[in-house]
């Protein structure tokens, strides 16, 4: 059956770096070390993992990155090749009787790894940050989607998961709010991973799905006062608006309404009294220099978005006294006094806040470059969110709604 | 030979293309025959002869129950000079600037009378403050280099809380919070300039020298909405609120010597006198010129182009000076300010047309961002009526100018929020003043107008509030050849020629339509019957 498969090829990586800059991203697949081929699914690699084949799975801005050759070199140690992309998954567990759907919670941690006693961090359920990447019974890989032993969620023969990845979903759940659980699991964590008062001004950089999961998990499970978030494009705008953003202006125009929601001065560029907290669900340069400039002193960023290599000045960040910290994937929440596992949190978000509606299309594997171009520029194009339909089946009912309301906000 | 007046064009299959503004640039536009009318304004009045001889003689003969200004003045008193800033003329005018003529008598005068205690202040009320470039242009260097020195060259600030001074409150209840140098001098001067008639009478220090506090009350939409217009202070609440408060000033002791200046519409130099012929009588050498500036106008940057309108300044020429009580001496300005500019025109029209010029009272030297372009062309040209306005209601109006999304961030900051969060949420004058309060009050932005050159928080709000009546009239407003984005947020319709916002204005006031162009610059004002 057919598969994506992401092969190491350096002169290809570098073409396709090379292409999508220059051309377009779909160029830029063509020549990457991305194709369509004929997959077994993986062996299990032990008693405790399950054979999943996928419906929906979902194509991350790490994925393009990826496939545009941008990706850090720091992260070539962290996977094995050749992989199956694809870590936003809502599935079946093949032979399972009753058809149960599930969604994979990606990371492969020390449980899945057969490392036991789990390291420190697993202990704590903190998996996102579990330090046996690279070790235990499977070659390195930073989570499904990225082992050479598991496959991954762009094939339709499947892949492999243990069963602590595993997450049966709500029957009334649609697939595509289920399929949305995955990058909603990571809003949620940096959501949550400073604290916030009720009067506090947060700003939000981006309006594609983890800015936009980051206002809803900020509206669901804190108590955080105003939200101003970035929309480059209107579809962005009221889809921010409605996830419980209080404004959500332009993405050029974002420091101005930071500056005007607390009255402050301004000092060169820098608001002097902005933001407590940005979250940067960019992540590039442009992004972080924006976020510096439009927080209070003593204020935080925390990057949502993949980071990667760059140069800033980072005379406000010292002058000011800001922090800035990562946001990377999910694990465990303290929230209200509890501990509970983010994915749990969110399959209770996706479902609630309808965030399948974030899904823009859906296209068959066999028109993947097509899927992957639409996903790179989805913002331009009145999207969100692109998937893969690994069924061929389960789209046109919730397309056909999506794409329809999201075009015509474009054209509005 | 006395000038001609103005004059009604019915457009037929012979009339050669009209002048349309467009910003800083112009174009030739074809009208529809037989349905379409242009308004020319009249030609510039004659100048006066000896204007210094004729400013010493208003200064001593004064109008109303007035003593010559001579008479008025004695040492050891406190003399303070106000005088218009730099949104008058338009374009600014050249030198010597008719403030400079009048202040140099008034303060050669107050020598005379031996008074030591004299100040400057530009009647600024919301406006920015001026650079020393634009104050030694309105004054000359001999003032500013007399006052400015030793601090009594002085811009009004209206968020000082020490440089203000509440009187009390009118029968209305309206606040009146002024200037405390004006208010607390034996004799306060206003040196005005009337270009356009909403301008001067009370409203030179009831808004000129007035605190937001004050100014509040009469700049917002209800009283817009009253106002038909506030060209026409017999039918505008904007003039009543003035009068009122104005009356109360002087109630209160305050002593005003009202000086009013008139000018002609002679506004462009020679090298753009084709810009106020009407276009029939351009000769070869008009054509020339219109043809050889539209050409190196169209490969220039918009900054060179921006820089070369703006460093026009307008041979206008003084046709009249009174002085003495406000009110006596405003009503002779209007009707010498009316004598320049008043065009009958015989009923009203379906779709009225307009070219926007590169200027506005509130982008001397600066950007005309989009938010000015709506009240230059609904705020002012709209309202430049007697009577009723040039189109009917539930017309069309379609604007030409490019509007670019672009705004001065000195000059212009809090409009910069205005059109990003207010006009984002909705375009209703009425529906704006919920943001207002936290413009106006706004740290940054008074920190920007008192010590930098920003209008004031409000400001745009004003602008905004200044386009009510326009908008309550009109069944659609369609901007042609503006950026699509900016035109969309200001609630207007984006079209790419004349003829394609002509067949769109025909959704609205249906097939056939009358069709009225005003050919401005030079201002008119149109008496409709």
């Known amino acids: ?412 | 030979m006395s000038p001609r007046p103005g004059y009604v064009l019915e457009v037929d299959r012979t009339t050669p293309p009209v002048l349309f503004w467009n910003g800083e640039g112009y174009l030739l536009e074809r009208l529809p025959p037989e349905q379409s009318r242009i308004v020319y304004p009249p030609d510039p009045l004659k100048p006066l002869e000896d204007p210094t001889e004729h400013i010493r003689n208003a200064l001593s003969h004064p109008i109303g129950d007035s003593q010559p200004l001579k008479s008025l003045l004695h040492p050891g008193m406190r003399l303070t000079i106000a005088f218009d800033d730099v949104s008058l003329p338009l374009p600014p005018m050249q030198q010597p600037d008719v403030r400079q003529l009048v202040i140099e008598e008034v303060l050669e005068l107050a020598a005379d009378a031996g008074i030591e205690d004299v100040a400057l202040i530009a009647a600024l009320s919301l406006h920015r403050r001026m650079t020393e470039q634009e104050l030694r242009h309105a004054l000359g260097d001999r003032i500013y280099d007399a006052f400015a020195p030793y601090g009594l060259l002085m811009q009004h600030d209206a968020e000082d809380p020490d440089g203000l001074v509440f009187l009390g409150t009118t029968d209305l209840g309206e606040e009146v919070e002024i200037n405390k140098r004006a208010a607390t001098s034996d004799l306060l001067v206003y040196v005005n300039i009337n270009l356009v008639p909403m301008d001067g009478g009370h409203k030179s220090v009831a808004t000129g020298l007035a605190s937001y506090r004050s100014v509040r009350h009469h700049h917002n939409v209800e009283t817009m909405l009253n106002s038909k217009s506030f060209m026409d202070m017999h039918h505008s609440e904007l003039h009543s609120a003035n009068w009122r408060m104005g009356r109360y000033i002087k109630e209160q002791g305050i002593k005003v010597f009202q000086i009013e200046t008139t000018l002609n519409t002679n506004t462009f130099p020679p090298q753009f006198s084709f810009l106020q012929k009407r276009e029939w009588e351009w000769g070869p050498k008009d054509r020339a010129s219109f043809i050889a500036s539209s050409k190196a106008l169209s490969i220039m940057g918009d900054r060179a182009r921006r820089a070369l309108f703006h460093s026009i300044k307008a041979p206008l020429q003084l046709t009249s000076i009174q002085a003495g009580e406000v009110e006596a001496v405003h009503q002779v300005t209007i009707d010498n300010v009316l004598k320049q500019q008043l065009v009958n025109v015989d009923g009203q029209t379906d779709i009225l047309t307009m070219g926007l010029p590169y200027i506005s009272p509130y982008n001397v030297n600066s950007i005309m961002n989009p938010i000015l372009v709506a009240c230059l062309g609904l705020g002012y040209l709209f309202n430049m009526y007697i009577g009723k306005p040039l189109v009917r209601e539930g017309g069309v109006v379609i604007m030409r100018h490019p509007t670019p999304l672009a705004f001065n961030t000195a000059h212009h900051p809090s409009y910069i929020d205005f059109f990003e969060e207010v006009l984002a949420d909705t375009t209703n004058p009425a529906e704006i003043s919920k943001y207002e309060e936290s413009y106006a009050t706004d740290p940054w932005y008074r920190e920007l107008y008192r010590t930098g050159h920003a209008y004031h928080g409000v400001h745009p709000f004003y602008m905004w509030y200044w386009t009510a009546h326009a908008l309550d009239h009109l069944s659609s407003v369609i901007v042609v050849g503006g950026n699509t984005k900016a035109v969309k947020r200001l609630g207007f319709r984006p079209a790419s020629t004349l003829a394609d916002a002509l067949e769109m204005a025909e959704d609205s006031v249906g097939g056939s339509p009358t069709i009225t162009h005003i050919r401005v610059p030079p201002l008119m004002m149109a008496e409709v019957s």
């Open chain 1, 1 to 412: 059956m057919k598969g994506l498969l992401f092969e190491h090829n350096i002169p290809r990586i570098a073409a396709s770096r090379i292409i999508s800059r220059l051309a377009s991203t779909q160029r830029g697949v063509n020549v990457s070390p991305l194709r369509l081929l004929d997959i077994d699914r993986p062996a299990l690699p032990g008693p405790q993992w399950q054979h999943i084949k996928p419906i929906l799975a979902g194509i991350c801005g790490s994925d393009i990155s990826l496939l545009e050759g941008k990706s850090s070199r720091y992260y070539e140690q962290l996977v094995s090749f050749p992989f199956v992309p694809g870590h936003e998954i809502v599935g079946t567990i093949s032979g399972s009787s009753d058809k149960q759907r599930v969604v994979i919670e990606p990371v492969l941690s020390c449980a899945a790894r057969g490392i036991d006693p789990p390291c420190r961090y697993c202990a704590a359920g903190n998996t996102g940050q579990c330090i046996n990447i690279t070790s235990g019974h499977l070659h390195p890989g930073l989570m499904i989607g990225y082992c050479s032993d598991t496959g991954g969620g762009w094939s339709v023969s499947g892949l492999v998961a243990h069963d602590s990845q595993i997450h049966p979903i709500p029957s009334e759940m649609s697939d595509a709010d289920a399929v949305m659980v995955e990058p909603t699991a990571c809003a949620i964590h940096a959501a949550l991973s400073l604290p916030l008062m009720p009067d506090s001004l947060v700003g939000v950089i981006g309006s594609g799905t983890l800015g936009l999961t980051v206002i809803a998990a900020l509206r669901k499970y804190t108590e955080v006062g105003r939200i101003i978030a970035s929309a480059k494009y209107p579809h962005q705008r009221d889809l921010a608006l409605s996830l419980g953003a209080d404004q959500a202006p332009g993405s050029d125009e974002i420091s101005r309404a930071i500056r005007r929601s607390r009255h402050s001065t301004v000092a060169g560029m820098t608001v002097q009294d902005g933001a407590d907290i940005v979250f940067d669900c960019v992540g590039s340069r442009r992004s972080i220099e924006q976020s510096l400039e439009m927080l209070r002193p003593g204020g935080h960023i925390v990057l949502v978005g993949m980071g990667y290599k760059t140069a800033i000045d980072l005379s406000p960040l010292w002058h000011r006294e800001l922090s800035i910290t990562g946001s990377y994937t999910y694990g465990m929440e303290k929230i209200n006094g509890n501990t509970r596992r983010t994915f749990d949190m969110a399959i209770e978000l996706a479902y609630e806040a309808n965030l399948g509606r974030l899904v823009s299309a859906a296209y068959p594997l066999e028109r993947y470059e097509e899927a992957i171009e639409h996903a790179a520029t989805a913002g331009s194009r009145g999207a969100v969110k692109i998937v893969f339909d690994l069924e061929r089946k389960a789209h046109r009912s919730f397309t056909a709604t999506h794409t329809s309301r999201l075009e015509k906000h474009e054209y509005e």
